[in-house]
């Protein structure tokens, strides 16, 4: 039987909330709302009664047109945004659970996805329910301290940046990120696509100066499906360690104990359903042996929440289990950590031996923290942090936040508000429980931004990345390539980097730079995912780009260059040679100069001698109109004329040169 969409929409509605009153609970309350959205503007607050003694509101919002993407959020009675639902297009739902829960009227309000309503009607419906019961569920964020902002200097970058160099000629790859061994390796990956059902590694073992595919079989470390989200990492150990998004459904995982020649694989490492943007964190553990070593896997679940798995290190290449097989990490294990919501790679703190994994969450980041003991993958008690609220009258977006971790464990925040498409950061020096007032960090001419990337230094020092343009707007919103690629080229992007000093005193200095140099894209990005290919939208480089710090602490940067005329996601590696580094030293580079000496032997041809001729050593012949010399050369003699006959002479030398 087939459902009118009306109907369609009403029976998942109900069938959704039947989850929620599973258990002991019981409904004090439920209720249905409707109203529209427009492509800018947010529809109208819907009333949710809360009284004493209830525990957990529930609520699902569906619109009429399922390719329309939407979000969902909860407010409290004075209007404090407590739960932001934003995972696909449509439906979307918030989970609110807590023993203290204050009574009064709480607000549903359904917006939509910048640049994510593609046709109409925008007419949405919902429900809503509260129950009494025990509060088991979703966590929600407790709002952390905050104090005052830096006062800030700013400056123009002047670090020097190599030429960029071609991680792959063949290959296109959007997601770019890269990741330090021990042994000063570089490694690289990214998904070629979902469609195409394959994601890539590449290595580099000359400092940057090439690339070559890492996989026996060229393509990955394991059989498709995969493309869809990756992440690698290297432990203490010299392993490697690979993940990738199994075609949307499941996460497979693989691990290399001889620097990728050969790999083995678990392509169901995690019993999840529609799962997405899952990364990696390494804990070396204490000691120089594998055995405390731990591997952290976050992911989201769409619909239902944020998860952190762990596994042990391996210990070698007959080990089937470090890096295969994983459990859920948290105390609150099978439940999720948060809602769902986008989340940045997570950085673990050695030094406070804590775990820090940043997420969207309406107008403010949330993080989520748990202090990892000696040896802990299991049972670790994770809370949950809102952040200040973003400065630019939205949210952070566009898409994913970063975190990041210093020497001295301070721990940064960085994200793209989504209203004034400024780049803002926070710190924290108490482990997460109080942060500084936001900072922007771009100036101009880096007006509109996109995609964001942090990495700490020594004490005070991080390091931010990401595009930009001196275009106004929102970036879905721009002229899209495929349709209109000279209009495009009004919106140029460069690579930008902000690295900032001071960060967690009271006079920060943040110095901005480009690192492109020249535009790396034309046009519009989408934000809107996997929902650019319902509206046609530009996602090339799809949704972010990475960098590394290397062992000196220069800056490694990789990224996509869409600027030739097949608007391939085209992989490139930009390195520092020169200038401080953000570790606290100097970054000692070799930059090309012009003109180059050629070094002697580095290419000799077989059949050729490399001897040079002896001092003032001749070659001399007569000839009827005069005499000639030749002086002796690697390859033949060439020809040196004295007489009248001298055009003559450099006509035979010519006509030897292009017969030889």
């Known amino acids: 039987?087939?459902?009118?969409?009306?109907?369609?929409?009403?029976?998942?509605?109900?069938?959704?909330?039947?989850?929620?009153?599973?258990?002991?609970?019981?409904?004090?309350?439920?209720?249905?709302?409707?109203?529209?959205?427009?492509?800018?503007?947010?529809?109208p607050m819907h009333d949710v009664p809360v009284v004493q003694g209830d525990t957990t509101i529930?609520?699902?919002?569906?619109?009429?047109?399922?390719?329309?993407?939407?979000?969902?959020?909860l407010y409290s009675p004075s209007g404090a945004l407590l739960v932001h639902g934003d995972t696909l297009t449509s439906p979307e739902s918030v989970h609110y659970a807590r023993s203290d829960l204050a009574p009064g009227t709480y607000h549903l309000q359904v917006c939509p996805f910048?640049?994510?309503?593609?046709?109409?009607?925008?007419?949405?419906?919902?429900?809503?329910?509260?129950?009494?019961?025990?509060?088991?569920?979703?966590?929600?964020?407790?709002?952390?301290?905050?104090?005052?902002?830096?006062?800030?200097?700013?400056?123009?970058?002047k670090l020097p940046f190599s030429n960029a160099t071609v991680v792959d000629a063949q290959r296109t790859e959007g997601e770019p990120l890269a990741h330090f061994g021990n042994d000063g390796s570089i490694w690289e990956?990214?998904?070629?696509?979902?469609?195409?059902?394959?994601?890539?590694?590449?290595?580099?073992?000359?400092?940057?100066?090439?690339?070559?595919?890492?996989?026996?079989?060229?393509?990955?470390p394991d059989p498709g499906p995969g493309g869809g989200?990756?992440?690698?990492?290297?432990?203490?150990?010299?392993?490697?360690?690979?993940?990738?998004?199994?075609?949307?459904?499941?996460?497979?995982?693989?691990?290399?104990?001889?620097?990728?020649?050969?790999?083995?694989?678990?392509p169901v490492a995690v019993q999840n359903t529609a799962v997405d943007r899952q990364w990696y964190a390494v804990d070396n553990g204490t000691t120089s042996s594998?055995?405390?070593?731990?591997?952290?896997?976050?992911?989201?679940?769409?619909?239902?929440?944020?998860?952190?798995?762990?596994?042990?290190?391996?210990?070698?290449?007959?080990?089937?289990?470090?890096?295969?097989?994983?459990?859920?990490?948290?105390?609150?294990?099978?439940?999720?950590?948060?809602?769902?919501?986008?989340?940045?790679?997570?950085?673990?703190?050695?030094?406070?031996?804590?775990?820090?994994?940043?997420?969207?969450?309406?107008?403010?980041?949330?993080?989520?923290?748990?202090?990892?003991?000696?040896?802990?993958?299991?049972?670790?008690?994770?809370?949950?942090?809102?952040?200040?609220?973003?400065?630019?009258?939205?949210?952070?977006?566009?898409?994913?936040p970063a975190v990041a971790v210093d020497q001295g464990g301070n721990v940064y925040a960085a994200w793209i508000d989504d209203n004034d498409n400024n780049v803002y950061y926070s710190y924290s020096s108490d482990q997460g429980q109080s942060w500084a007032t936001p900072v922007q960090v771009n100036s101009w001419p880096a007006v509109t931004n996109e995609f964001i990337w942090a990495q700490g230094g020594s004490a005070g020092t991080v390091a931010i990345a990401w595009y930009g343009t001196d275009?106004?707007?929102?970036?879905?919103?721009?002229?899209?390539?495929?349709?209109?690629?000279?209009?495009?080229?009004?919106?140029?992007?460069?690579?930008?980097?902000?690295?900032?000093?001071?960060?967690?005193?009271?006079?920060?200095?943040?110095?901005?730079?480009?690192?492109?140099?020249?535009?790396?894209?034309?046009?519009?990005?989408?934000?809107?995912?996997?929902?650019?290919?319902?509206?046609?939208?530009?996602?090339?480089?799809a949704d972010f780009f990475g960098f590394a710090a290397d062992r000196q602490g220069g800056l490694r940067i990789v990224y996509n260059d869409t600027t030739s005329q097949s608007h391939g996601a085209h992989l490139y590696e930009i390195r520092q040679v020169g200038g401080r580094s953000i570790m606290g030293g100097n970054v000692h580079g070799v930059v090309p100069h012009n003109p180059v000496t050629d070094a002697t032997g580095d290419a000799p041809r077989s059949g050729l001698t490399t001897r040079r001729p002896a001092r003032g050593r001749t070659c001399r012949s007569s000839t009827s109109r005069g005499s000639r010399s030749v002086s002796r050369t690697p390859a033949r003699c060439a020809c040196s004329c004295r007489s009248r006959a001298s055009a003559r002479c450099s006509r035979r030398r010519a006509r030897r040169i292009r017969s030889g």
């Open 1 to 43: 039987m087939k459902l009118r969409p009306g109907l369609a929409i009403g029976a998942f509605l109900a069938a959704a909330l039947l989850v929620f009153f599973t258990g002991a609970a019981s409904a004090t309350g439920t209720g249905t709302f409707s109203g529209a959205i427009t492509t800018t503007a947010c529809g």
């Open 58 to 73: 529930d609520a699902v919002a569906a619109e009429y047109v399922s390719a329309n993407d939407i979000t969902l959020d």
């Open 114 to 157: 910048t640049g994510g309503v593609v046709t109409t009607p925008y007419d949405y419906t919902g429900s809503w329910a509260v129950t009494n019961g025990p509060p088991v569920g979703v966590p929600g964020s407790d709002a952390g301290g905050e104090f005052g902002p830096p006062t800030i200097k700013r400056v123009a970058g």
């Open 189 to 220: 990956s990214g998904p070629w696509g979902t469609t195409t059902q394959n994601s890539f590694i590449h290595r580099s073992t000359d400092n940057g100066l090439s690339f070559h595919i890492d996989s026996p079989a060229g393509i990955r």
């Open 229 to 266: 989200d990756t992440d690698i990492v290297t432990d203490d150990q010299g392993n490697e360690y690979f993940v990738d998004l199994e075609s949307l459904v499941n996460l497979g995982t693989a691990v290399s104990n001889d620097t990728g020649n050969n790999w083995r694989d678990n």
């Open 290 to 400: 594998a055995a405390d070593n731990t591997i952290f896997l976050a992911l989201h679940v769409q619909s239902v929440g944020t998860f952190i798995y762990s596994s042990p290190g391996s210990t070698g290449s007959t080990d089937p289990v470090g890096g295969l097989v994983w459990q859920n990490a948290a105390a609150n294990a099978p439940l999720p950590l948060a809602s769902d919501a986008r989340c940045a790679q997570p950085r673990f703190d050695a030094l406070s031996r804590t775990l820090y994994y940043a997420c969207d969450e309406g107008n403010h980041v949330r993080m989520t923290i748990g202090h990892v003991a000696r040896g802990q993958r299991t049972g670790i008690q994770f809370h949950n942090v809102a952040l200040p609220v973003s400065p630019g009258g939205g949210g952070p977006e566009h898409l994913f």
């Open 471 to 541: 275009a106004q707007g929102q970036p879905d919103s721009f002229l899209n390539w495929f349709d209109d690629p000279n209009g495009a080229a009004a919106y140029k992007w460069w690579g930008y980097v902000g690295v900032i000093t001071g960060a967690t005193t009271t006079r920060a200095t943040i110095a901005t730079q480009r690192f492109t140099e020249k535009p790396m894209h034309y046009g519009q990005i989408c934000n809107g995912g996997i929902g650019c290919t319902v509206s046609g939208g530009d996602r090339t480089m």
